[in-house]
């Protein structure tokens, strides 16, 4: 029998790359940089459109138009990433122009991506990365966007709609009787009902999919003994997303899934229940890893079936503020002066450095993992703590580099807080950490 050989697998968070972010020279950001390289497949998320500026500013935009020029994608293949998730509720923030020209840029310049696509076949499909200790397949799916930002099958006549791999879901909201006696009132004394049954009647709406629901402006409600909120994947995309997770395991000798999700549970630092129930169902179709991203901060680890779950690695790369340029509406959207610069624009919605992610150290701090397998067999995780200098000025912010001391011990043990209600322990060890895997 042919000896399997080791592979390791460096996964990290959000890349915000705006700027130049391992020109440094200090030892904290050399040692990132040759981690990285080191790793024998290096995954991030990418989290700009590195499109320079074409295409046309969407209304709508995932908070912050993020655009880049394209020597950022340079950057990361210097850095040593070899893939990257491209599914992300800023893919389609400079319209369908701005994603044709990104895809372009990325098939140019040879950095493999997953999830966004021409059409949604396209975004769908995994992609496939050789090695000679084996092939890597990765799958990437977004849950937060904009409707109309996912890609759309193609037709026998007419081609689809250029977009992201979608994970949709459904919500519904759950009110106490009383309560929902009251939004039937409101929707009478508005007119809001008759005008849904006349789009109805008209064809152009259609009744809920249960009648215990009571459709009200755009949501669904219904009586329950407390308020609650209830979503569920929708079974669609699970399975269709499902099925290109197992053509993937029949084709790549690891299997990672990828999926950028805002939406929270209890907090901003829990997921929601349908990212938890996505991921294991993914585990269960072939998956070997699940990397999550999206909140810009760390959520924690699970072990499935002995499979790692990754929840949300945080931000690695956070220059969203040093954006070259945003587009008119962003102003708008800010209330800011359209006679400012991108840097005024910038300062006034952070409160020059007060609120939203400057004021919080959270969305500055993130875990490295390095995966080791011997074939699919998981062998080890390690977690290397990251610094993004909370505090420091715009120029320095978001710049990653590895921590250490006291910082590192406290981004471990958050982690390891984060981790255990999902039953994940965690062994730390000075400025590292490593998994206990169940053997």
Not at 113 to 129: K, Q, T
Not at 254 to 280: C, K, M, N, T, W
Request: charge should be negative; aromatic fraction near 8%.
């Amino acid at each position: 029998m042919v000896e399997q050989p080791a592979f390791r697998l460096l996964l990290s968070g959000d890349s915000m790359i705006t700027r130049r972010p391992t020109l440094a020279r200090d030892p904290a950001t050399r040692g990132l940089r040759d981690l990285i390289r080191e790793a024998d497949l290096a995954f991030t998320n990418l989290e700009v459109l590195p499109n320079d500026f074409r295409g046309f500013g969407a209304a709508e935009s995932g908070g912050t138009h993020l655009a880049a020029h394209s020597w950022v994608v340079d950057e990361l293949l210097d850095m040593g990433f070899d893939l990257v998730s491209a599914a992300t509720n800023h893919a389609l923030d400079y319209s369908i122009e701005g994603l044709l020209a990104t895809i372009e840029v990325l098939e140019t310049k040879g950095l493999p991506f997953a999830g966004i696509g021409r059409n949604l076949a396209e975004a769908r499909m995994p992609v496939y990365l050789d090695h000679p200790a084996g092939t890597l397949a990765l799958v990437s799916c977004c849950s937060t966007f904009i409707r109309g930002q996912e890609a759309a099958e193609q037709r026998p006549d007419l081609p689809g709609r250029p977009g992201l791999n979608p994970l949709r879901y459904d919500r519904v909201f759950d009110v106490t009787a009383a309560q929902l006696t009251a939004l039937r009132e409101v929707a009478e004394a508005l007119g809001v009902e008759r005008q849904r049954l006349e789009l109805i009647q008209l064809g152009f709406g259609f009744p809920p999919d249960s009648p215990d629901y009571f459709p009200f402006l755009g949501q669904s409600f219904r009586a329950a003994e407390r308020a609650d909120v209830m979503v569920s994947p929708k079974t669609k995309d699970v399975d269709a997303i499902a099925s290109w997770v197992r053509e993937a395991r029949g084709r790549a000798d690891l299997v990672a899934v990828s999926v950028h999700a805002h939406e929270e549970g209890a907090d901003r630092e829990q997921p929601a229940d349908f990212i938890s129930a996505f991921a294991r169902r993914m585990v269960d179709e072939g998956a070997d890893l699940v990397v999550g991203h999206g909140p810009h901060l760390l959520r924690g680890m699970e072990l499935y079936q002995g499979k790692p779950i990754f929840y949300s690695l945080g931000n690695f790369i956070a220059q969203n503020d040093l954006v070259y340029k945003v587009p008119a509406d962003a102003y708008d959207r800010f209330r800011v002066d359209p006679t400012s610069t991108p840097g005024q624009l910038f300062a006034a919605r952070s409160g020059h450095g007060t609120k939203g992610f400057p004021g919080d150290p959270r969305y500055w701090q993130s875990v490295l993992p390095i995966c080791r397998f011997t074939g699919r067999a998981l062998q080890e995780i390690e977690l290397v703590p990251l610094t993004l200098g909370h505090g420091e000025s715009v120029v320095h912010r978001g710049q990653p580099r590895l921590a250490s001391g006291d910082e590192a011990v406290g981004i471990l043990a958050r982690f390891a807080a984060l981790s255990e209600p999902f039953g994940t322990r965690l062994g730390i060890d000075g400025d590292r950490a490593l998994v206990q895997l169940a053997r």
